[in-house]
């Protein structure tokens, strides 16, 4: 008899968690609020004698990423560096030191310079 009772109180105990909680991972799911959080990461990009301090940040929109990208603090890059961004492996193009992007599985950026060419991608 305890065994029913118990049993009995799971039972019911366990249907009123579902009844109270579906309602919320219902909405949840409806409103995009299982997308993972904004990441952030920040790097020296060197050229020359010289860099820049790059953030950069990403999330995902539950088929690709969403992010901005900006410069941090002062640079002593040398005249004539620009950046350059590469968006879901194309061609290279010239970006300016901050922005955003949408819709895109990977964006890249790297420091060149018009006479020592271009550094690394990170």
């Known amino acids: 008899m305890v065994y029913s ?5 799971t039972t019911a105990a366990v249907a009123m968690v579902l009844a109270t909680t579906a309602p919320a991972l219902t909405a949840a799911a409806e409103s995009g609020a ?3 959080p904004s990441a952030k990461a920040c790097t020296n990009l060197y050229m020359g004698s010289g860099h820049v301090h ?3 940040t990403w999330s995902w929109d539950g088929n690709d990423y969403d992010g901005r990208w900006w410069n941090e603090g ?3 890059l040398p005249g004539g560096s620009y950046l350059q961004r590469r968006e879901d492996g194309g061609r290279p193009i010239d970006s300016p030191w901050r922005g955003s992007y949408q819709d895109r599985d990977e964006v890249v950026f790297r420091v060149c ?3 020592l060419g271009c550094g690394g991608w990170w």
């Open 54 to 56: 790059l953030c950069k």
């Open 74 to 76: 002062p640079s002593d």
């Open 34 to 36: 299982d997308a993972k």
């Open 5 to 9: 009772i118990g049993k009995a109180a």
């Open 113 to 115: 310079n018009d006479l």
